[in-house]
């Protein structure tokens, strides 16, 4: 990022042209082409004008992963890490099951810190509160309301206490019965500890109850064993964050989901039309949709009547030009006091294919072996990188199960932008062209090769080199 970005300039203003316009963006790129780098530039540059939510989609299996990454993701983003979340926090994360998704992060070294915090915050508020109060003589028992961490008002006649801000009386203690297994225990109160019977104290900011003694929030452990699967109404609330919290700072939001593709994973057949259904009621909000699979992005975004179809703007993330790229070489090695000849990054650049990734990884490697390389050493660079990469490759081509995808594989390393006609077939034993092309189709479904050349220009280096051998 800073000074070391460049060669995105046209992109980038794309995007940013795009977001002002109140629309959505998709960024496709292969891996190593640049597109986190872009994003998250395009924070750094912009972070005055509007509020980036960066979220980071890789690995999520179902619907609830996907909701805790996206929450935990936009306060964090947002608000910073949860022990230091202030007032404007918790005002917008009001949703009970979505407040245990953030506390669930909380480390236990830190949390008679923050939970000093919280009760200071709480605390504070009621005095501000009864400062604006005609004094009443007698005081009753100071309360925190469980659900908003406000301020509970005593009113006499009802022998209750109110809450102004969520309009309710609050509930009277909460009771909790323990797991079947451990039934023969009698239910038991939320202000004793189900573990070691010690009182535990209500943090008011996060509203759960924490035991000192065993170091931990008891209760939202036994609430976890029969917790209820996730309501509409907490589905909506949870994609609704950036939306409010895009009202609250009166500005615009801009999510940033990478590798969005990764949604697939999730066996419910309606998540798609549920977040579109959601992001479209978004006004103040701009959604990025980033990834490395042409194919599953298309089928999401481009095809027609799917669910996602016209919502966003496609762009896609192509090589950096050879001309920047050798100019970024020698402005790098010139700055750190070296020298690199034109014959040298036109090597590097040359087997990099144009991504950044990898002309910023040789590079790195080169400089260790000489500031001022020789031709001979920045080959040996070249021979280095696809060596610290080959346990990858190696479970890459693992699970590559077919002979002929492998052969195809092969061929293609070995005779890149050879036209894949009937002489190319017979050449390398490919059956027939229709078996080709739908090796080809099958491979870009996984993201191996796009436009019938392979994705990954050192994942060829290693093919020629290691396949063989």
């Given at each position: ?417 050879i036209p894949h006609g009937e002489d190319f077939v017979r050449r390398h034993g490919l059956r027939s062209r229709s078996h080709v092309q739908r090796t080809e189709k099958q491979l870009e479904m996984r993201g191996i090769i796009r436009n019938n050349e392979i994705v990954d220009p050192i994942f060829v280096l290693w093919l020629r080199s290691t396949a063989y051998s």
């Amino acid at each position: 990022m800073g000074e070391k970005f460049v060669g995105r300039s046209e992109e980038m203003s794309q995007v940013l042209r795009t977001i002002r316009l109140g629309e959505s963006s998709v960024i496709v790129s292969p891996n190593g082409m640049g597109k986190s780098s872009l994003l998250a530039e395009l924070a750094r540059r912009n972070a005055s004008e509007f509020v980036f939510v960066p979220i980071d989609l890789t690995g999520i299996t179902d619907e609830s992963t996907l909701l805790n990454a996206m929450t935990r993701g936009t306060m964090k983003a947002v608000y910073g890490n949860v022990e230091s979340f202030k007032a404007d926090a918790w005002e917008v994360l009001v949703n009970q099951k979505l407040r245990r998704v953030v506390i669930d992060g909380i480390k236990p070294d830190s949390v008679r810190l923050f939970g000093a915090r919280f009760v200071e915050f709480s605390a504070q508020k009621m005095i501000d509160r009864e400062a604006e109060e005609k004094p009443t003589g007698k005081r009753p028992d100071i309360r925190m309301c469980p659900t908003c961490g406000g301020p509970l008002k005593w009113i006499e006649k009802y022998s209750k206490h109110y809450c102004y801000r969520c309009k309710r009386y609050a509930p009277v203690r909460r009771t909790v019965k323990l797991p079947v297994s451990m039934s023969a225990a009698p239910p038991l109160d939320e202000h004793i500890c189900p573990r070691c019977r010690n009182e535990l104290q209500f943090v008011h900011k996060y509203s759960e109850y924490y035991c000192d003694k065993c170091d931990r929030y008891p209760m939202i452990e036994f609430r976890k064993e029969a917790q209820e699967n996730l309501t509409p109404t907490d589905v909506a609330e949870a994609l609704d964050l950036p939306e409010r919290i895009a009202n609250q700072k009166a500005t615009r939001a801009v999510v940033m989901l990478d590798e969005f593709q990764e949604i697939q994973a999730i066996e419910d057949p309606a998540i798609l039309d549920t977040l579109r259904e959601r992001f479209e009621m978004h006004g103040n909000v701009s959604y990025i949709f980033a990834g490395n699979n042409r194919q599953l992005l298309s089928r999401i975004f481009q095809e027609k009547d799917s669910p996602f179809s016209d919502f966003a703007y496609w762009l896609e993330i192509e090589p950096i030009s050879e001309a920047i790229l050798q100019r970024f070489l020698m402005d790098g090695f010139a700055s750190a006091k070296g020298k690199i000849s034109k014959d040298a990054t036109e090597l590097i650049v040359g087997v990099s294919g144009g991504i950044p990734y990898y002309v910023q990884k040789i590079a790195h490697e080169l400089f260790h072996i000489s500031p001022s390389p020789t031709l001979r050493q920045t080959e040996n660079a070249i021979d280095s990188v696809v060596k610290h990469r080959s346990p990858m490759y190696s479970v890459l081509w693992e699970s590559v199960r077919s002979p002929l995808h492998r052969k195809y594989l092969l061929a293609v390393a070995n005779e890149p932008k050879i036209p894949h006609g009937e002489d190319f077939v017979r050449r390398h034993g490919l059956r027939s062209r229709s078996h080709v092309q739908r090796t080809e189709k099958q491979l870009e479904m996984r993201g191996i090769i796009r436009n019938n050349e392979i994705v990954d220009p050192i994942f060829v280096l290693w093919l020629r080199s290691t396949a063989y051998s």
